[in-house]
């Protein structure tokens, strides 16, 4: 492989020279889903103009093409990892699914009351939720294992905490909020010692390590297509053939079978098929084949690759290190670019929202581990995760961005907290004066800027106020929202929010609903207002914001 240019590297990904509000996008959200080069594009087109057919069904032509290259992808996979089979090979939908296949074919069979499952401090929720279903199923004990300070897992008390009760050890290779990597030899080694199964979630760790899970020797090793420039819908689980011979099937269906009779018992398919229930993401895994050649040999052979990837994370994390108020979650530099931190005075959403007015998409919240958040007591970080597409320069520009926030507390007043209220002119801020304001904007950055001045406008709640019956569920800031009903029928709303981004969307909401009738409320249709004032993006149900967790509990609560 010749030297690592980020910029060739770079060119292979067309979303990248995307522009947004004419600025160019700086994409640092990798660690929740990575883009994809030209060729795994081309891979999907290709696989639909040419290939399409149910694979494993038919002697027609285009089957067997379609099977070929479906069962090509298993292999590419098998070597990408290093398996000792492609029967070890199953193909799911993705981390989150190959866990649950898992937690429940194996959780249901193999545990007994009394048992123990050990889990860590950070694991992601597809890595704690299917255990603790089982777990409640069984009456088996979740343990969890502790972190260091520097973030990894904390090995010193591992012999008490993987005892002779422990049956399953579920860990992260790499945290997807601290970015480090976990000794997770030591871990299944001692997993072994007391006879106790192991499944390593790789879905951080697959883009930037080369994993060989024969030298692991864990039982289990499970990642998702799309955290490594593959297609989304499509995850791997390896597992040991021997322990994958005597699981219970996950789904049941087509595919997954032997013979089928109503008067004998129905017997299953030979691994990997046994696990793969129903018509899998063809197209998708034919293009993940495509990926791996793509991918592996930077990630696996470009010593070059990876060092360009390192250097980028200390610069990123120095850099973000050198700004005051900035404080990351862990000590010392992260093994992988995820950089999560907090922003001393300045809410994670509102950070994140900021970053977005420039065009630069970061994640704030709590990144799917509210049990590290807990750990940690923080209620979340903002977390910027890069690939080697990204570059100095575009760190620069978020480090140049990150100081404009700092800087101009005072523009978009920093901590005006709920005591001290901003009891500003909310009652000539009208619903007509808002769209009249937003018709002269262009450009989100600017629509931005002028939602936060309105957020100033906001009367806050006071402490006693704040009750948990006022919270907005489904918003991932902390935001309340109060429903009084007047004399005269109609509704008097009073909000607030931690989040100066919610502070300036909740007066646009309450200026469309206040003193309004239940009727008239259900009436408005705020999607039109929304539109004009241009924010439809905002709109989207996972939005960390929960625009639209504001105007459902409003419209669930006037009657
Ligand atoms: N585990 C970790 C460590 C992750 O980062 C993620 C994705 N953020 C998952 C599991 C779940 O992956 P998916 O959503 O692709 O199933």
Redesign the pocket.
């Known amino acids: 492989m010749t030297q690592f240019s980020p910029t060739q590297f770079r060119n292979n990904f067309p979303l990248l020279h995307l522009k947004i509000d004419n600025k160019a996008l700086i994409y640092f959200d990798n660690?929740?889903t990575t883009q994809k080069p030209q060729c795994v594009l081309k891979a999907i087109n290709h696989y639909y103009q040419y290939q399409n057919a149910n694979v494993h069904r038919a002697s027609h032509y285009l089957s067997s093409e379609a099977t070929t290259a479906f069962e090509e992808a298993r292999e590419k996979v098998r070597a990408f990892i290093n398996a000792g089979s492609t029967k070890e090979v199953i193909w799911t939908k993705?981390?989150?699914?190959s866990?649950n296949l898992v937690s429940q074919s194996l959780g249901l069979d193999h545990l007994t009351e009394g048992d123990e499952i050990v889990l860590s401090e950070s694991e992601?929720h597809?890595?704690i939720v299917p255990w603790q279903i089982v777990a409640q199923k069984m009456g088996v004990t979740i343990r969890v294992l502790p972190l260091t300070k520097f973030g990894t897992i904390d090995i010193s008390n591992i012999e008490t905490i993987i005892n002779a009760k422990t049956k399953i050890v579920a860990i992260?290779h790499?945290?997807?909020v601290l970015g480090k990597i976990n000794p997770i030899e030591t871990v299944i080694n001692r997993a072994k010692k007391v006879g106790a199964l192991t499944l390593i979630?790789g879905?951080?760790a697959i883009a930037h390590l080369t994993i060989d899970v024969q030298k692991l020797d864990c039982d289990f090793y499970v990642f998702?297509a799309?955290?490594v420039f593959g297609p989304t819908g499509v995850?791997v689980l390896y597992g040991k053939e021997a322990i994958l011979n005597t699981m219970q099937p996950y789904q049941s269906g087509g595919e997954m079978i032997k013979t089928v009779s109503f008067y004998k018992p129905t017997t299953f398919n030979a691994l990997p098929f046994k696990f793969e229930a129903g018509t899998a993401n063809i197209s998708s895994i034919v293009a993940f084949a495509k990926t791996i050649d793509f991918i592996k040999p930077y990630i696996q052979e470009s010593i070059d690759y990876s060092e360009y990837e390192k250097q980028i994370t200390r610069y990123c994390y120095q850099q973000l290190a050198s700004i005051k108020g900035v404080t990351f979650i862990s000590e010392g530099t992260p093994d992988i670019p995820v950089l999560s931190f907090t922003l001393n005075g300045h809410h994670n959403h509102d950070v994140a929202s900021m970053l977005d007015s420039y065009g630069i998409a970061v994640r704030a919240g709590h990144h799917?581990a509210m049990p590290l958040m807990e750990y940690l007591t923080i209620s979340g970080c903002i977390r910027v995760s890069l690939a080697p597409y990204n570059t100095y320069e575009e760190i620069d520009i978020m480090i140049n961005a990150i100081h404009n926030i700092v800087s101009n507390e005072n523009f978009i007043d920093s901590n005006n907290t709920a005591q001290e209220n901003v009891r500003t002119s909310l009652n000539e801020i009208t619903l007509d004066s808002i769209i009249e304001k937003f018709s002269k904007i262009k450009g989100w950055d600017n629509r931005h800027r002028e939602i936060m001045l309105l957020g100033k406008t906001l009367t806050r709640l006071n402490k006693a106020e704040r009750r948990d019956e006022y919270l907005i569920k489904g918003c991932e800031s902390l935001a309340w929202l109060k429903i009084e009903k007047t004399e005269r029928n109609t509704f008097l709303l009073s909000a607030d929010s931690d989040a100066k981004i919610i502070r300036g969307l909740l007066v646009i909401v309450l200026s469309a609903y206040n003193g309004k009738t239940a009727e008239e409320i259900k009436q408005f249709t705020i999607e039109e207002y929304f539109s004009k004032l241009g924010l439809l993006q905002h709109l989207s149900p996972s939005r960390g914001n929960g625009l639209r967790a504001i105007v459902e509990t409003i419209k669930r609560t006037v009657k």
Not at 94 to 97: F, P
Request: proline share 0%.
């Open positions: 660690a929740a993705g981390t989150t699914e866990i992601h597809a890595n992260a790499v945290s997807n979630d879905a951080q998702s799309h955290k995850g799917c």
